[in-house]
């Protein structure tokens, strides 16, 4: 009977673990309730050494960018620079230059230096998709695979034209959403954050406190970890978010 109970509680045990390890395999790493968590806590973590590294320097621990850089990409952090003063025992488990799928950044710069992440995964998959938009308009003639014009300027991708099927991305302020690409007249190929947007003003009720000129992408910055890769800004425009050329 006791080895009976052993067996039946050893069942239950690799029952318990099995079902454990197929449940974490079921998700992205980066999308675990633990590695959310963690992610915050690594910013915490590079928040106080960049500002430590700025009282003791004066200057910011960011790499190299010009003038013609997007503004969420334009300061991206040194972890070199922080680790030589020590300020930081290990680059964050989660940054690209540990392998993993966060880069970096600080925003508000002028006023107040604050780390936020862009996620390398939306930002490659955009990469891919205007390198085929490239790739088409040198086979047409300077003609562009626009869709739908969704703003003025701004068009849903016709991958079709591309022989491609159509691609979106993984949202990082939503799980589960996908967001679509845009078209400028340019050829310049953006990630759509508009939907965001909207969820995020409807649920902060923030519509009476827009103004025209406001780049609505601060909203996202302000109530995440992440800034929206590969974007250009948005203003309120007639009761929704509109894409404005910058």
Known sequence: MKSLNIRKISMMLSIVILCTVLSGCMYPKEMRKENQIASGEFVVVV?????????????????????????????????????????????PANAFENGGSAIYVLVDVETKPTVKMMDLSSFQQTVEVQKLVDDYKSKNKGQLPKGEAVASSFYRIDFAKMNKKPEQVNSVYTRQVMLPFLLD??????????????????????????????????????????????????????????????
């Not at 106080?48 to 850089?69: C, E, R, Y």
């Not at 508009?194 to 003003?201: A, G, K, Q, V």
């Not at 519509?207 to 996202?220: G, I």
């Open 47 to 91: 928040q106080n050494a960049i500002d430590q590294f700025h009282t003791k320097t004066g200057v910011l621990p960011i790499k190299n960018s010009d003038q013609m850089t997007p503004l969420y990409e334009k300061y991206p952090i040194d972890f070199k620079k922080l680790k030589e003063r020590g300020l930081i025992s290990n680059i």
């Open 185 to 246: 007249d340019a050829g310049r190929v953006s990630i759509d954050y508009s939907e965001e947007m909207m969820r995020l003003i409807d649920k902060k009720t923030l519509q009476s406190s827009l103004t025209a000129d406001q780049d609505l992408r601060e909203l996202l910055v302000k109530e995440s970890f992440y800034v929206p890769a590969r974007s250009g800004p948005y203003h309120w425009v007639n009761g929704s978010p509109v894409p404005v050329l910058e």
